[in-house]
């Protein structure tokens, strides 16, 4: 917040014509500083505050009227001396609300941001973003969403996940950053930066695709990127899918826990495509391929095993 903004501010709420938001604001505001800067303030003299005072007045063009909007003056007074601490609370008060959006396993979500862009979120997953964007449109991601952004030069668009940052400008691409995942970043359309935990950046277009390999860098491959948001059009994609990762997929789609007996086969490879396909169909085929035996011990709760002779 610039100063001539707060003193615009001040000078506002000394009139008595803030909004309800901007009175309550300024009073929060007065109130960390005066908590903040207590020590600050009892080291300042009655006279050099005095005059930083009537600096400040001076700017505002008005005559001190109130012992309250007076002392509270004079803490911020400080800010005049070159603290820049409080503007980082007056910038806290100011702060837009922000809002997290959730899915549960087999659930997904349609999200419509206020500049215009749209975010899909498959389920297990979160995003969180402010109510109303500022200079810049930033995101928080859990798990896997397809974004598509709507362009603007001026408020880059940035999407922070557990361990890649990606910005863009105006697009369309998918993150699948699910903890148990390596974080594939795949575009549909456009052009987009992805910045690694250590810092290295790579930019990918059109289906490219991003891969952050654990205890490695940044990989880019090419993929066919429709295929990485198949599962919008409820389309499961298995293309050399191990079948640790392939059974995260299947929870998460349908809600339930499996438990895969044999650790051996974590490493299985499992390649096919399921379009609204049931659950027992599913697993069926991937049994049926690699000569595995399923067991439900209830509904939602499921063992995959060898399959014995």
């Excluded at 205890?215 to 599962?231: G, M, R, V």
């Excluded at 298995?238 to 640790?244: E, W």
């Excluded at 439900?296 to 014995?308: A, E, H, L, P, W």
Aim: net charge positive; proline share 2%.
């Amino acid at each position: 917040m610039k100063k001539e903004s707060f003193l615009l501010l001040v000078e506002k709420y000394e009139k008595g014509t803030c909004t309800p938001e901007e009175k309550i604001a300024v009073e929060a505001f007065f109130d960390k500083m005066q908590d903040q800067t207590l020590d600050i303030e009892n080291k300042l003299s009655d006279e050099k505050g005095d005059v930083i005072l009537n600096k400040i007045f001076s700017e505002l063009q008005v005559q001190p009227k109130k012992y309250s909007i007076r002392k509270a003056l004079k803490v911020a007074a400080v800010l005049v001396t070159g603290l820049t601490v409080a503007f980082s609370v007056a910038k806290f008060a100011f702060k837009p609300k922000e809002i997290t959006q959730v899915t549960a396993k087999g659930e997904k979500k349609e999200i419509f941001l206020e500049d215009g862009s749209v975010i899909v979120l498959n389920s297990n997953s979160s995003v969180t973003y402010p109510e109303k964007f500022e200079t810049t449109r930033n995101i928080e991601l859990v798990g896997q969403a397809y974004f598509k952004v709507f362009r603007d030069v001026k408020r880059p668009f940035v999407v922070q996940t557990h361990d890649v940052k990606v910005r863009v400008l105006g697009t369309s691409f998918d993150i699948n950053s699910y903890n148990h995942h390596d974080t594939k970043v795949s575009v549909i359309t456009g052009k987009v930066e992805v910045t690694s935990p250590t810092g290295k950046k790579v930019q990918i277009t059109k289906n490219q695709q991003a891969d952050l390999i654990k205890n490695s860098d940044l990989q880019i491959s090419t993929e066919n990127s429709d295929d990485k948001i198949a599962w919008i059009s409820n389309t499961i994609i298995l293309k050399n899918t191990k079948l640790s990762e392939t059974v995260k997929i299947i929870e998460n789609w349908y809600n339930v826990d499996i438990t895969i007996e044999d650790q051996e086969l974590n490493d299985l490879t499992i390649s096919g495509k399921f379009k609204d396909e049931k659950l027992e169909n599913v697993l069926e085929s991937i049994a049926y391929l690699k000569q595995l035996k399923i067991n439900y011990t209830t509904k939602n709760q499921i063992t995959i095993r060898k399959k014995t002779s």
